[in-house]
Structure formats: structure tokens, C-alpha cells
């Protein structure tokens, strides 16, 4: 039999936020989320239509051009969906670490800011070049998970997000 491996806190938070990304009913991408405070899980997230609204899986993407580029609007995001269950819970997100599938867009940025999110580990980057100032210049500490020696593990490696801190219309 072979032995037991025991997965790091970071694995293991990445393997939920993999499992919650599962869950997503978006077929243009699939994102999990899972919300941390000292080793403990507040909440989970994937990319999903409001309460009671029709699927895209089942219905199809409702596109409109983002940022030059077709985007489906339909669901509520990952990472803000873990925020609002807080919010909903009356679990307070400060100081949290959030593990993601995939690195948090603009809208989402500004709500983690927001939300008291001081970490934010992902695995996948995403198109998105300003998210990663808005994170920056709220004070979360970005860290990629890079893929590890064995299966299912990761090392972390701190992002440093450059560009200009503010510009002059
Ligand atoms: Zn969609
Ligand atoms: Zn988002």
C-alpha cells in the first residue's frame, strides 16, 4: 500500500478551490474560490448564475463585448460569490488568504480589497492586466501557485505587480 501523503495547508485549500471550480456552470470558463482564515475554510465560490436564474450549461453564455473582448455577464464570480456568502453568513472576511482557480478580474479585485482579503493564491492566470494594480494598491500579497514535484502539489511564488500606481486623464 502506498503511504500516506499528507497534503500542505496550501495544497489542500488549492484541491477545494479545484473541487468548487467543478461546481461552476459556466462552460466559457470554470473558477473555484475558497476563503481562509487561520487554516480554517469561511467560505467557497465558484462562477454560477444569481438565485434561481437559468444556467449557461443549459441555456447559453449571455456575451457582451468587456474591455474589447466578448465576456459572458451571466454569473456571479467566484471570488465575490465566497465574499457574499460571508456576507450573508455574518462571517467577517477580514484578514483572509482566498484560494483561487484562477486569478481575480477587476470587479473582483476591488471587492477583495474591500472584503479585507490581505492574500490571494492562485494557479491560473487571467486576462486582466489591471486587476493585478487594483490588488497591488490594496495591500494583498499575490502568490502563483506554481505545479510541484508530486501530483497535486504546489510551491508558491510571490507576484510582484508593476505599473504605474495612478495616471493623470
Ligand atoms: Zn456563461
Ligand atoms: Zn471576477
Known amino acids: 500500500m502506498a503511504e500516506h501523503r499528507r497534503p500542505s495547508w496550501d495544497d489542500y485549500f488549492l484541491q477545494m478551490a479545484k473541487l468548487a471550480a467543478s461546481r461552476a456552470t459556466c462552460p466559457r470558463r470554470r473558477v473555484g474560490a475558497v476563503l481562509v482564515r487561520d487554516h480554517r475554510v469561511l467560505a467557497t465560490g465558484?462562477?454560477?448564475?444569481?438565485?434561481g436564474g437559468p444556467h449557461c450549461d443549459d441555456v447559453g453564455c449571455l456575451i457582451v463585448e468587456q474591455?474589447?473582448?466578448?465576456?459572458?455577464?451571466?454569473?456571479v464570480h467566484a471570488e465575490l460569490n465566497a465574499i457574499l456568502q460571508c456576507a450573508v453568513n455574518g462571517i467577517s472576511s477580514a484578514d483572509s488568504t482566498l484560494y483561487c482557480t484562477d486569478f481575480p478580474c477587476t470587479g473582483c479585485a476591488k471587492a477583495l480589497v474591500q472584503a479585507g482579503v490581505r492574500e490571494v493564491v492562485f494557479l491560473s492566470e487571467y486576462p486582466d492586466a489591471n486587476s493585478g494594480i487594483i490588488l497591488r494598491d490594496g495591500g494583498i500579497a499575490l502568490f502563483k501557485a506554481i505545479p510541484g514535484d508530486g501530483e497535486d502539489t504546489y510551491r508558491l511564488v510571490q507576484v510582484d505587480i508593476r505599473g504605474a500606481k495612478t495616471q493623470k486623464a
Open 67 to 75: 474591455n474589447g473582448r466578448p465576456s459572458c455577464i451571466r454569473t
Open 46 to 51: 465558484y462562477n454560477g448564475s444569481v438565485k
